[in-house]
């Protein structure tokens, strides 16, 4: 080999080597980068992971410490238990005789000194009601006239109405499962009750409300402000959704084996147009045909937590001030009753605030997690501020967010759905909506039993 092919390799040998330091030398700057930055776990006080996945961990509320004394607040009407003024039963308590020197004491007067009362509830035993069948000949043109047994009297024996509204009110409302069902009518109210016919009787039930349950469609079709959102539940193993719509006066759930807009398009199929929709920032739930979207800015406020505990970016912290001004400036519209005027001082102000957030330069590189979440709401701007422009706007979709939540805690007590997810939803939409309008929810599902299935 001659000197010069020496050099020649030397030289590509010395090149290549320089080009594995550089690269070492960057992995090593990224390695260094990574253990500076705080690694940040997502839960529920900065992320929608809902709180029963904060596995031993306290959570943390996304409230300020408030300055309020701990306890009842000024003006919090309390309540007490009352006694009755016309009690069931009543024990005259005498003593017949003198406890210090033994003289009797039938003879003399008494006087009331004081009362208490004790309540109780007696052993619930089933009423069985029979309907007897009479047949009788008429005279004059002989035929036998037979009478009719009462509507929905239609088998040799059966469970009645009240009946049917306990199982739906444990079932649906207080989530217990099909077996502890069944052993609670049998233990608390001897009344023998297999898990398939708690299975008829909550299908039969659905049946009964199901013009309830498209009137409550209706009412959401045409409210002003709709919440909306959904959340996955296991049906016979496979992977299903229960959504939900709803505002303050009805919740409206539909049980799907789809996530998309597909959903949405077989529930409403021209939308939502007269109503805000108020949601996360899921596409299907943006791409709904409305008059106006609202995004959940709790469900930002958790985000732009999370980013300020990972990249400490200053853009995430002035956002979240910004976020929790809003907030701040909801509560005083609502103390008011005056909402923000489109073009008032304050309005420009906080839409003034949020263009300057949108056009921060943010290093891609540095900072993936904040530039994503900057282009999301570049994509969503208008969607942020409209709850202060209409007192009827939240600033959140907690309600949606409570209203499906009953679903999680009936899996987690009942276990996935088998084949009653529909008799669920139906069932569920017209308890919750009972409970929103104020109705006693007893003697209503009562009186919803006792109708014939359409």
């Not at 010069?4 to 690269?23: C, D, G, P, V, Y």
């Not at 059966?158 to 233990?187: A, D, H």
């Not at 402000?225 to 996955?232: A, F, H, K, L, R």
């Not at 669920?424 to 209503?444: A, N, Q, W, Y």
């Amino acid at each position: 080999m001659t000197d010069t092919e020496t050099i020649s390799n030397l030289q590509a040998e010395n090149a290549f080597q320089s080009q594995k330091i550089k690269s070492l030398e960057e992995k090593v700057e990224l390695l260094l980068d990574l253990l500076q930055k705080k690694v940040v776990k997502k839960d529920s006080h900065n992320s929608s992971l809902p709180p029963s996945s904060d596995l031993f961990t306290k959570n943390k509320s996304l409230r300020a410490i408030s300055t309020r004394p701990n306890g009842g607040q000024v003006g919090h009407k309390g309540s007490t238990l009352k006694m009755s003024e016309t009690p069931d039963n009543i024990t005259e308590l005498k003593s017949d005789f003198c406890s210090v020197c033994g003289q009797s004491l039938t003879s003399e007067l008494f006087i009331l000194k004081a009362k208490r009362q004790v309540i109780e509830i007696p052993p619930i035993i089933p009423i069985y009601e029979e309907y007897r069948q009479y047949v009788c000949q008429c005279p004059t043109c002989q035929h036998q006239q037979l009478a009719d047994f009462p509507l929905g009297v239609n088998a040799p024996i059966q469970y009645g109405s009240s009946v049917e509204t306990l199982v739906g009110y444990f079932s649906i409302y207080q989530y217990i499962p099909f077996k502890r069902l069944q052993s609670l009518f049998s233990q608390l109210f001897f009344l023998p009750l297999s898990q398939g016919s708690i299975g008829n009787i909550l299908e039969r039930s659905a049946e009964k409300c199901e013009s309830i349950y498209q009137e409550i469609k209706t009412q959401i079709l045409q409210s002003s402000v709709v919440g909306s959102d959904e959340t996955g539940a296991k049906v016979n193993g496979a992977k299903w959704w229960i959504w939900v719509w709803q505002n303050l006066q009805n919740t409206f759930l539909v049980a799907s084996d789809n996530r998309g807009s597909k959903t949405i398009g077989s529930v409403f199929d021209k939308g939502l147009p007269n109503s805000v929709m108020v949601s996360d920032r899921w596409a299907a739930q943006l791409k709904t045909h409305s008059k106006n979207s609202q995004i959940c800015l709790a469900h930002l406020l958790r985000d732009l937590i999370y980013l300020v505990e990972t990249e400490q970016l200053d853009f995430a912290i002035q956002f979240k001030t910004f976020i929790i001004r809003i907030f701040e400036s909801k509560k005083i519209t609502a103390e008011n009753n005056k909402a923000y005027i489109q073009n008032s001082e304050e309005a420009i102000l906080l839409e003034q605030t949020l263009n300057g957030l949108l056009l921060i330069s943010i290093d891609k590189e540095k900072y993936p997690k904040s530039a994503t979440f900057q282009v999301s709401i570049l994509k969503n701007r208008n969607f942020i501020l409209p709850c202060l422009y209409n007192l009827e706007i939240p600033p959140d979709n907690n309600g949606s967010e409570r209203a499906i939540r009953n679903i999680k805690v009936k899996q987690k007590v009942s276990g996935q759905f088998k084949s009653g997810q529909n008799a669920f939803c139906v069932i569920r939409s017209v308890i919750d909506t009972l409970l929103k309008r104020g109705v006693e929810l007893i003697p209503c599902l009562n009186q919803i039993n006792k109708l014939q299935p359409v």
